[in-house]
């Protein structure tokens, strides 16, 4: 099946299972996809791109580096990203290259990062001799190196950014390495958008962050450090909202970071997006009977069905106190607890205006009982 065809599919499988929810998406290209499948299923989507991908064309660099390729009728190529792919053989068709690069990558022993790029190859009427099985440019090293590469010539697609410690291991074992960027990534204008989502998800506002690319996290988390709010992401990122990756590669810098983000076993948008629902529904919905019927905590909606036709959406303050309630299955919870648990409250009247708050809000007040010289506990 297709990615298309398999975010489709995935789509119909779980609708509105999202409710409640709010995902941030970080990717530029293919976040459509994204933002679609999410919001099909119920969910708020945000959307701040962290880096985007820039087509070099036109690029004076480009149109030289692929006159250097042909020029030097390479053993192996190696193809990174079927995206470079077609922007690369687009571009040297603009030049009246075509047929010459094509030409020349058929006679070279063609290696691929995984099968995303291989597609790209078989699509321009090319074949691959082989790609490692996770899908890692180190892995495709590795397969180069175990082969004689002294006085060897590689030509080696760069995605997006030039790769010295992979180029430096070909190198190191004899090779000469013409590298061509048929991409590259750059910087939003602006970073108004990006720190939006970056506070978006301190204050807890967001229950999932996703990422498409490693250069995207790093962007991310470069942002973040810059405008002093790398600590207090961090920390919601390691307790509150989860991160999802489309790959090992891009969970690369999350684990760097200190973070385990969730990883589709296998590396496509449409794993990632189910991934995240089976997420979202089995570990971030709440259930409790209680003494006015059941309630269902998603995200940051309320369900109280006895009582009111609609959800009730909560500010993260008062939501992080009913959950704490929730899972304390009716058990008294002390003002000491609870100021110990919320970051919200940093004093006894702050916590007392916490519990007002929740209580205006929830359709039935009585849902949290005060217990005189005790604290406060869910009416089970």
Request: aromatic fraction near 4%; glycine fraction near 6%.
């Amino acid at each position: 099946m297709s990615e298309p065809a398999a975010v489709a599919s995935a789509m119909q499988v779980l609708p509105q299972s999202l409710a409640g929810f709010r995902i941030g998406i970080t990717s530029d290209r293919r976040s459509e996809e994204l933002i679609t499948a999410f919001a099909r299923r119920g969910a708020e989507v945000m959307h701040a791109p962290a880096l985007r991908i820039a087509p070099l064309t036109e690029s004076v660099t480009l149109h030289r580096d692929t006159r250097r390729v042909i020029g030097a009728l390479p053993d192996f190529a190696v193809i990174t990203t079927a995206y470079g792919m077609r922007r690369w053989m687009e571009a040297a068709d603009a030049y009246g290259l075509g047929p010459d690069l094509h030409q020349v990558l058929a006679a070279a022993a063609i290696l691929v990062r995984g099968s995303k790029a291989r597609g790209a190859v078989r699509a321009a009427g090319l074949d691959d001799v082989g790609s490692p099985e996770d899908e890692r440019t180190a892995s495709v090293v590795d397969l180069l190196l175990a082969r004689n590469l002294s006085g060897r010539t590689v030509a080696f697609q760069l995605h997006g950014m030039l790769d010295h410690q992979q180029i430096g291991r070909l190198e190191r074992a004899g090779a000469r390495v013409l590298t061509v960027m048929p991409y590259t990534w750059a910087r939003p204008a602006e970073d108004s958008a990006l720190l939006r989502m970056i506070e978006a998800a301190i204050d807890r506002q967001l229950d999932v962050l996703t990422f498409t690319a490693a250069p995207a996290v790093e962007a991310f988390l470069a942002v973040a450090q810059q405008y002093g709010r790398l600590d207090p992401l961090l920390e919601a990122l390691r307790t509150d909202v989860a991160t999802a990756v489309v790959g090992k590669v891009t969970a690369g810098p999350l684990h760097e970071a200190g973070l385990q983000p969730l990883i589709p076993a296998r590396w496509r948008l449409g794993a990632m997006i189910r991934l995240v629902c089976e997420h979202l529904e089995q570990q971030q919905v709440l259930r409790i009977r209680t003494r006015w019927g059941p309630v269902e905590i998603r995200g940051a909606q309320v369900y109280l069905v006895d009582h009111a036709p609609d959800p009730v959406r909560l500010a993260p303050g008062p939501m992080a106190l009913l959950r704490e309630l929730v899972d304390a299955q009716g058990a008294v919870l002390s003002r000491g607890h609870l100021l110990e648990a919320l970051r919200q409250c940093e004093s006894e009247h702050a916590l007392e205006m916490l519990v007002w708050r929740l209580r205006q809000q929830l359709p039935v007040p009585e849902l949290v009982a005060t217990v005189v010289k005790r604290g406060y506990r869910l009416a089970v």
